[in-house]
Structures are given as structure tokens and as C-alpha cells.
């Protein structure tokens, strides 16, 4: 029996990554810095500190233009989500459907507290979790699996009473270390009833 679901927030309850890199992109570009298309592909689903953490290591740029590059990705983050990012009632109607099987859920996220909070505010789903949990609340981000290993702890819960819905690699080898049963897609657009039915072994009912 499955208590609690744990999702990740980028690539699974809402589209964003892409905005996340095109924002960390411009900051980099405003600093006169270009990523290659494999290293964009490997920061992917990494948290903005871990990026320019691995770019300063590569020699790219200097722990001082790291955090210059930092605040200015952050500013661009949140105006891109005020523009980008709005209600989702489909999948609220979603959420609150698993709720009403007694369900809890939670969101672990490697964004940092601001954009968690704001990216489900906009998406009309805030109120929906017993619990969130962003990188800033860890001491190490996935592809540790502390941030899921906390979540436990919090929830009070058995791992192999809750699922993680992951999509990324990092997320994906987190939530298996942690574990869990995992339950993988490539997009929000995964996210479904029959899905979540087919996972959790119970009825099918039309929303």
C-alpha cells in the first residue's frame, strides 16, 4: 500500500527546465560565456549552484563571476516564470484526485525556496502539498538522495510505502538511492489518471 507520493517539480509537474537553462544561458552570455550543447545536456536537472560550481572547475569562469552570474539568473528566473507559467487546473484536478484516496503528497525540488514556491503558486497547486522541500533545505542536492531521505523523515513514512515521480537522471538515481519505488516519465505530459491507476492498483474513473 502507497501512503505517500513524492514528486520532483521541473520536468514532471511543470515544464520548466528548459526556462531555468535559457535563463542561466543569458546570465552566462551577459558575462560573455557560452556553453557547448553536451555540457548544456550534462547540467541538466542540476541545481544552478552545482552548474557554475562545475564551471568554475572547468575554468570557464571564477568563483566571483559565479555568484555575479548566480543573482542574475535568479532575477531572470523569476521574470520568466511570471511570464511562462500559469494555472493548471487539469492537473490540480489531478492532484487532488490521488488526495481523495487518502494520498498525501509532497514536492522535492532541487530549485531554490523563491522559485519552488513561486512555480507552484502560479501553477494554482501550492496548497495541495503536505510539505516542500527545496535545495536550500539540504546539504547536498540530487543526485544525492538526501533531499528524499528528509522527506522521509518528515512524512514519517516506510520508502517502500511512497513513490517518487522523477525525470531526470540526477533525480531518477536519488530517488532510487533513497529507496523508493520510482516511478519515471519524460514530461508533465505523462501525467495522468490511468498512470497513476496502473501504479497504484486502483480503479479507473473517468475525472
Not at 547536498?140 to 537522471?169: M, N, T
Not at 489518471?193 to 479507473?204: A, H, N, R
Request: aromatic content about 6%; hydrophobic content about 40%.
Amino acid at each position: 500500500m502507497i501512503d505517500w507520493i513524492f514528486f520532483d517539480l521541473d520536468g514532471v509537474l511543470v515544464d520548466s527546465r528548459q526556462l531555468h537553462m535559457n535563463a542561466l544561458k543569458q546570465a552566462l552570455a551577459h558575462a560573455g560565456v557560452s556553453l557547448e550543447e553536451e555540457l548544456t545536456k550534462y547540467l541538466d536537472g542540476l541545481p544552478t549552484k552545482t552548474k557554475l560550481q562545475l564551471l568554475v572547475e572547468r575554468g570557464l569562469i571564477d568563483p566571483d563571476m559565479a555568484k555575479k552570474i548566480n543573482n542574475h539568473k535568479q532575477i531572470l528566473t523569476i521574470e520568466l516564470l511570471n511570464q511562462n507559467i500559469s494555472s493548471n487546473p487539469k492537473l490540480r484536478n489531478l492532484l487532488l484526485e490521488l488526495k481523495s484516496y487518502g494520498l498525501k503528497l509532497a514536492v522535492c525540488s532541487n530549485a531554490i525556496r523563491s522559485t519552488l514556491d513561486l512555480t507552484l503558486q502560479q501553477l494554482g497547486i501550492h496548497d495541495l502539498f503536505e510539505f516542500t522541500i527545496s535545495n536550500e533545505d539540504v546539504s547536498e542536492p540530487k543526485p544525492s538522495p538526501e533531499i528524499y531521505l528528509k522527506s522521509l523523515k518528515i512524512a514519517q513514512a516506510h520508502s517502500y510505502r511512497v513513490i517518487i515521480v522523477e525525470d531526470s537522471p540526477h533525480g531518477i538515481k536519488a530517488a532510487v538511492a533513497s529507496g523508493c519505488q520510482v516511478m519515471q516519465v519524460q514530461s508533465p505530459l505523462d501525467l495522468s489518471w490511468d498512470l497513476f491507476c496502473d501504479y497504484l492498483k486502483i480503479q479507473k474513473k473517468a475525472l
